[in-house]
């Protein structure tokens, strides 16, 4: 019996993979214009690192963590998500030191055990931004317009940006309070799940996606009701910078983080194309993590984009791979043998080309330039290789022009720049 690969741990197949690198490259691309540098950090960290972070009666840490004890005992996680390792490796190398603003992002896999449906799954892949170092309204407004530039580029319109504002340690008690008061005369209508957190982590009820939960939520107080002066403040300054900066976004009060460091702002991009599963991106401030992780006091502001849900939506085979620049058909031993060497030279050049390899007919050599979606196509022989001209053929039109075959790979990038210039 074959092996098989392991639930909720997809492959991504050649035919997807231009689309991901298109999103990855947009990212760095974009990012890098806002100052961001790429970090990297392992994907398997000490537990207690997300117990701390994320929260102990969070559903990650209660139910979805892969977690394993290793050789000396130690309980390793991992990585469920990508903020708590990156303000550890931040803390541990000192960066603060290096500049008292840090933009920094990251890509690479997540993972949860949680049960797979439509843009989720047990290994996830994350793009994310993080800024670290100052507690600034407009920073924020920057951190959407980056996010909001992200999608117009890679042309992902389906997609709306929801603020809400959490509060703070000195706001969020006395709201959090009266949920619970709320909560309490409404039990019998929650979820398993709604009952047991209620008390611990009441914001997540308002998450809950079940009917019955809801329902019952539907008249709770309102965050937004009980910010501090402070807090009021920063959001209806970050709702002014994100109007100057021509940003539109709503503003959902009901809108909570599954992680507990989340304070004041707190950020969705959602869409209704993926059904139940709406948030393409999320994130938020979250200003005592860092202290809380043994570092320095300082704030930050970031967020997480779920690749496989962008992928989804832009259509994972919307960018086309690659296409040879050119297919070299060649007839006889001699030609053969001529056209691998030639091959090396265009790749070494930079050029993409390809050759058939087993023998096939001219016929078959031109069915497989024209599947591959080749540029060019020379038809090398006994003939071409006596005079040292060819006719190179534009596969798009069918027009055929001669070239000197000892001046091939000029000759070539000079028709495709020609042809380039043709198609503005």
Known sequence: ??????????????????????????????????????????????????CRSIGETTDIVEKEMYSFTDRNDLSLTLRPEGTAPVMRAFIEHRLHNR?????????????????????????????????????????DAQVLAMLSHYFDAVGISAVSLQINSLGCP???PGYRQQLIDFLSQRLDSLCDDCRRRYGSNPLRVLDCKATGCRQATEQAPSVLDHLCPECNDHFS?????????????????????????????????VTGALGAQNAVAAGG???????????????????????????????????????????????????????????????????????????????????RADKLGSRFTLVLGDDELASGQAQLKRMADGQQSP???????????????????ASL
Not at 404 to 420: N, Y
């Open 1 to 50: 019996m074959s092996i098989t690969g392991i639930k909720g741990m997809n492959d991504i197949l050649p035919q997807s993979v231009a689309t991901w690198q298109f999103l990855e490259q947009q990212a760095r691309a974009i990012f890098s214009v806002y100052g961001f540098e790429e970090i990297r950090v392992p994907v398997v960290e000490k537990t207690e690192l997300f």
């Open 99 to 139: 500049d008292a603003l840090n933009k920094l992002y990251y890509l690479g896999p997540m993972f949860r055990y949680e049960r797979p449906q439509k843009g989720r799954y047990r290994q996830f892949h994350q793009i994310g931004a993080e800024v670290i170092g100052l507690d600034d309204p407009r920073i």
């Open 170 to 172: 000195k706001c969020r």
């Open 237 to 269: 300054r970050l709702q002014q910078h994100l109007t100057e900066l021509q940003v539109p976004y709503s503003i959902n009060p009901r809108m909570v983080r599954g992680l507990d460091y989340y304070t004041k702002t707190t950020f969705e991009m």
């Open 285 to 367: 401030r979250y200003d005592g993590l860092i202290a809380q992780l043994g570092g320095p006091d300082l704030p930050g502001i970031g967020f997480a984009m779920g690749v496989e849900r962008l992928a989804l939506l832009l259509g994972e085979d919307a960018i086309a791979s690659p296409s040879p620049d050119l297919f070299i058909a060649a007839l006889g031993e001699a030609a053969a043998r001529q056209a691998f060497i030639w091959l090396h030279q265009l790749q070494r050049a930079g050029l993409q080309a390809d050759m058939d390899f087993s023998g096939k007919s001219l016929k078959a050599q031109m069915r």
């Open 403 to 421: 070239i000197e075959l000892d001046q091939l790979t000029t000759q070539l990038r000079a028709a495709l720049d020609a042809a380039a210039a």
